[in-house]
C-alpha cells in the first residue's frame, strides 16, 4: 500500500468540481479533511461539505496491488496544492 498526504487549497466552487472529477478517475482512495472532519475526496457532497476555504489535508491511498503511480496522480492535481 502507498500513503501520502498533501496540503490542498481551493478558491472556487469550480475548482472542488474539478478536483473531485480529477480524482474519480484514479483506483486510489482520497481522503480530504479540514481538521474537523474527513470525507471522501472522489465525493462532490462530501467536498462541498467541507469549508474550502481553509487549507485541507488530502490522503492517498493506492492499494499494493496496483500499478498506479502516486506521481501521477499529484501531476494530476498539482493546481490544487498549496503553494
Not at 6 to 34: G, M, W
Not at 37 to 53: A, K, P, R
Amino acid at each position: 500500500m502507498k500513503i501520502l498526504s498533501v496540503k490542498i487549497c481551493f478558491d472556487s466552487v469550480e475548482a472542488i468540481k474539478d478536483f473531485v472529477n480529477i480524482a474519480t478517475q484514479f483506483a486510489a482512495d482520497f481522503l480530504v479533511s479540514d481538521g474537523h472532519h474527513t470525507v471522501n475526496g472522489q465525493s462532490i457532497l462530501g467536498m462541498f461539505s467541507l469549508d474550502y476555504t481553509k487549507q485541507l489535508t488530502l490522503k492517498i491511498t493506492i492499494p499494493a496491488d496496483s500499478d498506479l503511480d502516486m506521481n501521477d496522480i499529484l501531476y494530476e492535481i498539482r493546481d490544487y496544492r498549496c503553494k
